[in-house]
């Protein structure tokens, strides 16, 4: 399962590349497939894999975005992973999504 998100994550980079995209911001929500950590692992081998990555001709960003739907340890292990992986410049910021009218968790 991991796999597919890497491969995914490689395939959106390249079609926004052959676009001509030069800077690409990804947002996504954290999923459990098997963790919110081998998840998150997965995306970004896919962009640090995507082959105009490996030659500098599109720079891609990573948004970890935190849905109000979800639960406030959910909210919490979001916001300590982006906080872990950006000082490793591998994550760029967080993101609040969803209705904010539904869940009371952020």
């Not at 490793?88 to 609040?96: A, E, F, H, K, T």
Request: charged share 20%; glycine share 6%.
């Amino acid at each position: 399962m991991e796999r597919g998100y890497e491969q995914a994550t490689t395939s959106v980079i390249e079609e926004f590349h052959q676009e001509n995209v030069i800077l690409l911001e990804l947002r996504t929500t954290l999923r459990p497939i098997p963790t919110h950590r081998s998840y998150l692992n997965a995306v970004i081998r896919g962009i640090q894999n995507a082959p105009s990555v490996l030659d500098n001709k599109i720079y891609v960003t990573l948004i970890l975005s935190i849905d109000r739907s979800k639960s406030l340890d959910e909210a919490l292990l979001t916001l300590e992973l982006a906080k872990e992986y950006y000082s490793n410049g591998l994550v760029s910021g967080i993101d609040l999504s969803g209705n904010p009218l539904v869940g009371s968790s952020v």
